[in-house]
Nanobody
């Protein structure tokens, strides 16, 4: 059974970096042809795709985030991570890690990321 679990500090201050980890079980993150994504949901609003890392290690980012996003992985731990730099209160959201095959088929439960002074 495929499972994804987000972890990381829930509170960060403006201008700091939000760092989240997704631990995957039930499938290797290097298995063809899956992509591993970070998606966030703002309060009362829709979902925003932030980026993903492919089974090959290639990364793809949402250009609207102006280069603030970095996604990496540790295949030995079957984990992938999100770094979002220079955060502002507008980055407060629920952050999800998600597997993408033909669709976004497996989601983590989500973790609250709050930017507060």
């Amino acid at each position: 059974q495929v499972q994804l679990q987000e972890s990381g500090p829930g509170l960060v201050k403006p201008s700091q970096t939000l760092f989240l980890t997704c631990t995957v079980s039930g499938v290797s993150i290097t298995t063809s042809f899956y992509h591993w994504s970070w998606i966030r949901q703002f309060p009362g609003k829709g979902l925003e795709w932030m980026g993903n890392i492919a089974y090959s290690g290639n990364t793809y980012y949402n250009p609207s985030l102006s280069g603030r996003t970095n996604i990496s992985r540790d295949a030995s731990k079957n984990q992938f991570t999100l770094q979002l730099s220079s955060v502002t209160p507008e980055d407060t959201a629920i952050y999800y890690c998600v597997r993408r095959d033909w669709a976004y088929d497996y989601w983590g439960q989500g973790t609250q990321g709050t930017v507060t002074i």
